[in-house]
């Protein structure tokens, strides 16, 4: 059965483009709490902006009421070496070769950039969770994981599969 359609008094568009407009909230915030779809109040939102004689397509400056909760993502300075040092540490002690040089150098690369932006804090630190799985892939991919070492082995000794690693060189029953 089809749903049927709604309409709303000029006076109700109007009080709830306002409440969207004055409270600095959401449009799809607003639009759950009043049951109305996004789509019609953001048209209504910008017709009010477009009336009031402001530019609706022009992003929009809020002054909050209340203060901002402090940054959910803070970092504190870690006492011991950077995170580049001890890329480069790491990078050092596998067996690389020339053509391995574009992963070395992307892996330090990602490394830096998971400083700096931890060291700036804020909004740009959420990031450093997209960054670290790149860096453990480049170092996967040069053989640096605590496991790819392990599985290493001698010279000349047959390396282990990724499931003999996991077992942890069990034989199989």
């Known amino acids: 059965m089809a749903r049927k359609r709604r309409s709303y008094t000029a006076e109700y568009k109007a009080q709830a483009a306002q409440l969207v407009l004055n409270s600095g909230r959401a449009i799809a915030d607003v639009g759950r709490e009043l049951d109305i779809p996004e789509q019609t ?50 990078i050092a002690k596998m067996t690389t070769e020339d053509k391995d040089r574009g992963l070395v150098a992307l892996a330090e690369r990602y490394a830096h950039m998971i400083e700096e ?16 799985p790149h860096l453990f892939n480049m170092l996967k ?8 070492r392990a ?4 010279p000349g000794e047959k390396k282990k599969s990724r499931l003999e690693l996991l077992r942890g060189g069990r034989e199989a029953v």
């Not at 599985?151 to 001698?154: D, I, L, N, P």
């Open 151 to 154: 599985g290493m082995g001698k």
């Open 141 to 148: 991919e040069l053989g640096g994981t605590p496991m790819q």
């Open 41 to 90: 109040l953001g048209r209504w939102v910008f017709d009010a902006r477009e009336a009031a004689g402001e530019d609706p397509r022009a992003p929009r400056q809020v002054n909050f009421q209340t203060p901002l909760p402090p940054d959910p993502v803070a970092f504190t300075v870690f006492p011991g070496p950077s995170l580049l040092e001890e890329v480069r540490e790491a």
């Open 117 to 132: 932006v931890a060291k700036a804090g804020g909004k740009e630190a959420v990031s450093v969770m997209y960054l670290g």
